[in-house]
């Protein structure tokens, strides 16, 4: 039995050795991303059962991506190696400062080879959260079916669904993904979103304003990620406003909102007070920024502990 899944690509991602623009840089490491795959891993590392479902190709890349999400604890019985098709490749361009952008080549991807009909509905049995974001269906139209097969095998087995709309506008236009994200609201339970997206979205940027437009929706969970200025979280009529932990310094903030959304998860499944998670995620996205790399900053739940004082300092 899974606590949690997700669904989505997993890339080799090649990380610059030094900051700015990504025609000066000359050396690189390989590293490994993908929106759903740092959320497994932070849910992962969070201690929670995790199962991810991708399709990889059947090459050295796939098998050093298998081969890790393995040894994070992630349940891969559900993403398989492809013959004939390339892993997926990204480059990240990363300035001063910790912002950047990311380069994708993922031309002739082995996920395009993944049809609603491969999903495995035993999965979803006895499992409790479905996380899908909007990086996903924005890659390939078909993908859009790929999530819609996602939510009713969640449904029918009653698990809660939660939607980071992770939007990426280099993917797909801000109508179409607008039109999209929208029409997976009913079924959405949990609602995690960056502010601009949810302005996207609703057409509104006060944040009363965001939940109160998510609960017409029948969104139970909402949080509303503000980066350096904290996040809003919204749960039964009750909002609180969390500020931000600050961190110790910011050298990557890629992964920062994956790693919020598996502690907001986290804290939702250990039925915690909401104050609690607020600030537990808030912890979480911090830690992440302070490391480069998309997933090595997501953190173990022990060092949370010791960063909230509840544990003495862990011994490695």
Known sequence: ???????????????????????????????????????????????????????????????????????????????????????????????????????????????????PEDLNPEMFAGARILHVTGVFPSIEEKNIAIVRRAIALAKKEGLRISLDPNIRLKMWSSERAREVLLSFLPDIDILLTGEDEAELLF????????????????????????????AVVAQDSEIIEAEAVPAKEVVDTVGAGDGFDAAFIYGLLREWPLERIAHFATLVGSMVVSVRGDNEGLPHLEDVLVQLGERSEVER
Request: glycine residues 16%; aromatic residues 8%; without cysteine.
């Open 1 to 115: 039995m899974l606590d949690v899944i997700t669904i989505g690509d997993g890339m080799v991602t090649m990380d610059p050795k030094s900051s700015g623009p990504l025609r000066f840089v000359h050396e690189f490491e390989r590293k490994v991303g993908g929106a759903e795959l740092n959320f497994a891993v932070g849910s992962a590392r969070l201690g929670l059962r995790t199962g991810w479902i991708s399709r990889l190709g059947k090459d050295e890349f796939g098998r050093h991506i298998l081969h890790f999400m393995r040894g994070e604890g992630v349940d891969v019985s559900n993403v398989e190696m492809v013959e004939g098709y390339s892993t997926s490749v990204n480059f990240k361009e990363v300035m001063d400062g910790g912002q950047g952008r990311t380069f994708y080549y993922r031309a002739n991807s082995p996920m395009s080879t993944l049809r």
């Open 203 to 230: 057409g509104v940027g006060d944040e009363k304003e965001i939940v109160k437009v998510a609960e017409s929706y029948g969104i139970s969970s909402i949080a509303i990620k503000k980066g350096g200025k904290g």
